[in-house]
């Protein structure tokens, strides 16, 4: 069964800190995304990344950054949290060579930041 | 500028009737759609696509309508069952390029009453 995991289902941070949120899949997917979730405005798009070392910004890339180090795993990095950053956070991933392929998400990191 | 809108926040069914999901977009060159589901503290998970070819495609209760000069997509999910329950996120995305990045609409939260 094909999976993408994230580490974390639930977080808890507090204000100033630097916060790591890892996900790795295991289906040797080209291309990893990170979302964050938010009532009323969906699913929204902080960075993807489409090869080992590569990335790109997505709609709301302020106050994050991102590592993909190796071709599983792709971390989204908090630098300083604030509490605007309360979110559910959900990687995906899927596959370059084939056009139609949507995206396999994780479970999702409920983060909350104090 | 939200470029996939679903305008209904919510929706309510009753058991065995039909539940229609709505879903408009504004970015022409749009050419693959696709619906996801989402159960709270889960990852969404995929239902049903269309290609821009073809005005319907059905799987079991599920049917996508596209209607392309309307720029409007709709699920349909006949019949309804309270398993359904669940946040419905509509997404859009042009095919051919190196990631097939998703554009998500805001969500309906579907409520299927026994």
Redesign the interface.
């Given at each position: 069964d094909v999976k993408?995991t994230q580490s974390s289902?639930y977080l808890v941070k507090r204000t100033g800190e630097k916060v790591f949120l890892e996900c790795v899949q295991d289906m040797d997917h080209e291309?990893m995304?990170w979302?964050r979730q938010d009532p009323?405005?969906?699913?929204?798009?902080i960075y993807?990344s489409?090869d080992v070392k590569m990335k790109?910004k997505?709609d709301i890339p302020e106050g994050y950054s991102v590592s993909r180090e190796k071709k599983e795993r792709f971390s989204l990095i908090l630098e300083s949290a604030s509490t605007n950053q309360t979110s559910m956070y959900?990687c995906?991933s899927?596959r370059?060579d084939i056009?139609?392929?949507?995206?396999?998400?994780?479970?999702?990191t409920?983060l909350t930041v104090v | 500028d939200q470029q996939v809108k679903q305008n209904s926040p919510s929706l309510s069914v009753q058991e065995g009737r039909i539940s229609i999901l709505n879903c408009d977009y504004t970015n022409s060159m749009f050419d693959y759609f696709l619906w996801y589901k989402k159960y709270p503290a889960e990852g969404p998970t995929f239902l049903i696509s269309i290609s821009s070819i073809k005005d319907k495609n059905e799987d079991g209760r599920f049917t996508v309508f596209l209607n392309k000069s309307a720029k409007h997509l709709s699920l349909h999910i006949v019949p309804s069952q309270p398993g359904d329950s669940a946040v419905y996120f509509c997404a859009a995305t042009r095919l051919g390029g190196a990631t097939n990045k998703l554009i998500f609409g805001t969500g309906t939260l579907l409520a299927v009453q026994p």
């Open positions: 993408v289902r291309n995304f979302y009323g405005l969906g699913l929204r798009l993807f489409y790109e997505g959900l995906a899927n370059r056009p139609n392929y949507g995206y396999t998400f994780g479970s999702g409920r | -």
